[in-house]
């Protein structure tokens, strides 16, 4: 028996698919929202309890295939040098995120124009900053207006505390007459809108138990809820389905108690991150669309983006109280971001300075690299270490290849016997020149910056935190799946805002623009109401 | 007849005679300081961690127990890292394994983090006290010639 007809389906409740919510939210239609997790408590994350980077390996693994609870699905990615790192629950992924908040750069929607590489955009910078700065007030952000590297903006909130690791590491770059900026994050540094400000734990990528780290479900949640949202967890989507007229009529899921239920809906949004959202609908199959639904260009699933990690450690002598403020937001640098032909690769990269490991990381790292050991040197060993290391993540731009992208996995099912995701990756020649000449100015800063001892490597294999471009919008219904408002060229009820429709990925964390895209797609969709499917 | 410290038990895998080893192991593992500052690694509850994050781990370490002589504890420091040593030879699977969730177990312990110089408690709520740093070393950014790469219509 299917149930009540709703107005908007969304499908999951992370980044994107709140913002959306939330802005839909607007016209009081009926909307509601499924969500395979659950809501999270804060109480109960790892940072309330003293073997909080224990259960940082476990239970709150940034893998799901390590998580592997049954609100997860697991994800083949045995024929990837990267693994997918995500979280499933009211929320999404941004429980577990580092916070870093930067927006892409006008330049990142128009590489085709500047740089002859991938696509354009068929949208621009202007056109999202309004809601970029919707979002930044929505989210609370932190940061230092002013940035060179971008066009006029203003965050919310002053910006977080660089602390020793970030001045230590900012002389440096200042050494080498190199840019460099306080990150724009995702966490507050003064009270806002009821939360109370940050304070400096540590562990943000445990989830945040001050309520600092802005994740959806403690900002655009409970606003679209209090608007009349229903957002139901523990429902995991199969299918979507369609009618006779090719129309999506809605989505088959399998509720808390497992049973298969029928939500119809007016329309369509996947909100489910770019794995999540190409699987489901390449498992919407049906007579009308037998390659899946949206997938007339068959580029539902390719072109997958990840954002190719390296890492490079200094050790300094002196002590940087490293372990403490957020983990990962801190300072970061753009002075390769943009294509230079002359170091041999097109695009670039951005290096973010990271704060360091806790007690048992600093043990746990220094064992397995051969620094800190067993015995009776033991002491003088991590004393040495622990508190003194800085670290920088070269995050280096991938660009779209079809060859990178989602398949279902034959074999692999998810609890409820849906079938799994596999991932087909592999690092370009272009990303790897990039990320070899990113771990060398990573190394050149840290030298400068006065450390004592220097170590790098990369990519770094459970760092796809970024999942792009599987769904791509563009105006050309044969060069991709969605148009420049996020509608399916093929099925008109049906929009995508997650990232799966980047055109290409830059060289940032993408939650921010992730965001901003979903604003102004239901932006769009608000003022298109009377000729929605035209 | 067996003593009841003898028996082994779910939430007492060893018996008398391993857990005499398994102090001594772990003394050699992470002896304490001669200050007194930092515990040795035979003060903290090694089993009901192993038995919370790493069960899997528990056979490896009486595998490794096994493997040591009924005077190992009594032996100097020296004396029990060289037999140590030669452990991590012959069994470096296990061994390694086992010696991360002793190094893991150690320092999630308050009496450990504390002898390092952290706060008592777990980092919620007590947080940390940042300096907020010197934001004029950004002068020689903005003074400089950086500028984002502008998009021509």
Redesign the interface.
Known sequence: MPNDIVDVLIIGAGASGAAVAWSLADTRMRILCLEQGDWMNSTE?P?????????Q??EFNIDPNVRANDWDYPINDEESPISVVNFNGVGGSTILYGAHFPRL???D??VK??DGVAADWPI??DLLDPYFAQNDRMMGVSG?A?D????PKQPPLP?I????V??TV??G??KL?W????SDSAIISQAYEGRDKC?????CMTGC??GAKSSTDITYWPAAIRAGVELKTQCRVREITINKQGMADGAIYYDAEGNEQHQRAEVVVMAGNGIGTPRILLNSCSSLFPDGLANSSGLVGKNLMFHPVGFVQGLFEENL?S???PQACCILS?QFY?TDIERGFTRGYNMQVSRGA???G???QG??SGKIP???K??AA??ER??HVAALAILCEDLPEEHNCVTLDPKLVDSDGIPAPKIHYKLSENTAKMLKHGLSRGEEVMQAAGAREIFSGGPVRPAGWHLLGTARMGNDPQSSVVNNWGRSHDVKNLFIVDGSIFVTAGGLNPTSTIQALALYIADSMKKNLANLFD | MTKEDDLITTDKPLGKALEKQLRGLLDTLIPATEDGVMLSAADIDLMPYLQLHSAESIPMLIQLLNELDDQFASLTQTARESIVEQMSITHPGPFKIVTLQVFACYYQDERAQRGIGMDAGPPFPRGNSVEPGDLSLLDPVIAGRHSYRKVED
């Open positions: 994350y940072s309330t309890k003293m073997d909080w980077e224990a259960r390996q476990k750069h006008p330049s929607f128009k124009s500047l621009d910078y230092l002013g060179p590297f971008y066009p910006p505390p660089l602390g020793l970030g001045e900012a002389k770059y200042n007459g840019h460099w900026w306080p304070l400096n734990l540590g562990p138990s001050q109280e372990h403490k403020g753009k943009e806790g007690p048992v600093t043990a746990l064992f397995v067993w015995g009776s033991h002491h991590f004393k622990f508190d």
